[in-house]
């Protein structure tokens, strides 16, 4: 396919953070006597932080146990949690072949967009030192509706000005992959296989090691 913009997520797929959300959750789970294992922060992947906490709620049945203002404390009580793991992250962190290929793209002239559902994105590419390789990073709430619609790859991809048809976007979350395909872009998973290919993912792979500029090209 001819590719104009690569849309990235960014936890899980430019670097590791999706463990140190993982880690913050369940450290707040626990205080609330509530079970969280890894097989469930599957499902916690790409969504926003209150929908998280909501999950995590209803998985254990006590959503009406606490109030909007409750709910607003914990949200914010993980996210302290949350930031202050963030102070680990250096540019040794950015996952392998991800710094490469946004040199490629940048070489090749092709738009480089952040579209994570993360409100830490742009605290998190200053600590990674990648800022400068991205024409454009979406706030998530420039739009309307958090993965799996499709709202927030849309935006990506207008603010540079390229039609989906001409866009790739690389995700390890489900809720990722089903926004990708509700946009009509060509979904590259990274992760398992089994969890991704039914979310709709178009090609699965292991890790970032292998996303090269000549690869993103052959595919479609
Ligand atoms: C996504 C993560 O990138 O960002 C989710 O996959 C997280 O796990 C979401 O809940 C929101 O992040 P933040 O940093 O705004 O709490
Ligand atoms: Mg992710």
Request: glycine letters at 6%; hydrophobic letters at 45%.
């Amino acid at each position: 396919m001819i590719v104009k913009a690569v849309l990235f997520d960014l936890d899980g797929v430019i670097t590791d953070t999706a463990e140190y959300h993982y880690i913050a959750w369940k450290q707040l789970a626990e205080q609330l006597d509530i079970e969280m294992d890894k097989e469930f922060n599957e499902r916690l992947k790409g969504v926003s932080r209150m929908e998280s906490l909501e999950r995590i709620l209803i998985h254990a049945n006590r959503q009406n146990d606490f109030t909007l203002a409750e709910k607003t404390d914990l949200a914010t009580q993980k996210n302290t949690e949350y930031v202050k793991l963030l102070d680990n992250v250096t540019p040794a962190d950015v996952y392998a072949g991800i710094l490469e290929l946004l040199v490629e793209l940048k070489t090749a002239d092709v738009r480089a967009v952040v579209a994570s559902a993360s409100k830490n994105a742009p605290q998190i590419l200053r600590s990674l030192e990648l800022t400068e390789y991205f024409d454009y990073v979406v706030d998530p709430d420039e739009v309307e509706h958090g993965k799996p619609a499709p709202d927030i790859f849309l935006r990506g991809a207008e603010v540079v000005g390229v039609t989906p048809e001409y866009c790739i976007g690389i995700e390890d979350a489900q809720a990722g992959i089903e926004a990708i395909k509700s946009a009509h872009m060509f979904a590259v998973g990274i992760g398992q296989e089994e969890i991704l290919k039914p979310s709709g993912a178009d090609i699965v792979l292991p890790s970032t090691e292998t996303l090269t500029w000549s690869f993103l090209q052959t595919l479609g």
